[in-house]
């Protein structure tokens, strides 16, 4: 079956340092992947994704590259705010197998200190 | 206008009683789903939808019921709630799941 490892938390940072949360896959078909974030007290939005293999999905100064050869898909960050304090899961989904039931990973939380 | 909207946000009920949590979707999407947030942050798959057709439904307490009176709707009944059922009850929609979900704000269910 399908499944999504990522990086252990809590991750603390402070302001302006770079980040990478770590993410690997495994999965039987051809999977989109994404990151999601969630803020505190809200649901989780769709940050980036990518549907093919080699494919970078970007937003809000955040990127991740879709490697097929080491199944993952790392969230990076040049250098990251305050605001950027969340919980973030990475996800796949197939839209050919499991109904197109996303799987998630367990959630990584970072806090971004001044 | 929201997206995907869920009602009540937060819910505080005694063991034992009967709840329903409301989501509508003014996306257009075909699919809709029910996910439980624990208090670890883990997400996990309940039941979903397609143009009102269950497809997915996990291993879930028959106490929970989904309803779908229609595509832009998906209603989640509990009966005889318990104190293990307090955690966030999500509800997304994706029109293909490739290219991902949009969730509603959250259902908080405290049972005490």
């Known amino acids: 079956g399908n499944s999504v490892t990522q990086m252990e938390g809590p991750v603390t940072l402070s302001e302006e340092a770079f980040l990478t949360i770590n993410c690997t896959y495994t999965?039987?078909?051809?999977?989109?992947l994404f990151w999601y974030v969630q803020y505190p007290g809200e649901g989780l939005q769709l940050l980036l994704k990518a549907t093919k293999a080699d494919d970078k999905g970007s937003n809000k100064g955040f990127e991740a590259t879709y490697r097929k050869e080491t199944t993952s898909f790392h969230l990076e960050k040049g250098s990251v705010q305050v605001s950027d304090s969340a919980v973030y899961f990475c996800a796949l989904s197939d839209f050919n197998t499991n109904a197109g039931k996303s799987t998630f990973g367990d959630g990584t939380t970072l806090t971004v200190k001044p | 206008d929201t997206a995907v909207s869920q009602t009540p946000k937060y819910l505080v009920t005694q063991m034992g009683n009967d709840k329903s949590i409301k989501c509508e979707q003014n996306l257009g999407h075909d699919t809709m789903y029910w996910y439980k947030q624990d208090s670890k942050k883990f997400l996990k798959i309940m039941f979903s939808?397609?143009?009102?057709?269950?497809?997915i439904n996990e291993t879930v307490p028959n106490r929970f019921s989904p309803k779908s009176p229609d595509k832009a709707h998906l209603n989640l009944h509990i009966n005889s709630l318990e104190l293990g059922d307090s955690a966030v009850y999500f509800c997304?929609?994706?029109?293909?799941?490739?290219?991902?979900?949009?969730f509603g704000s959250g259902t908080r269910l405290t049972v005490v």
């Open positions: 939808y397609n143009n009102k057709e269950l497809i």
């Open positions: 999965a039987t078909g051809y999977p989109s």
């Open positions: 997304a929609s994706s029109q293909v799941s490739n290219y991902g979900y949009t």
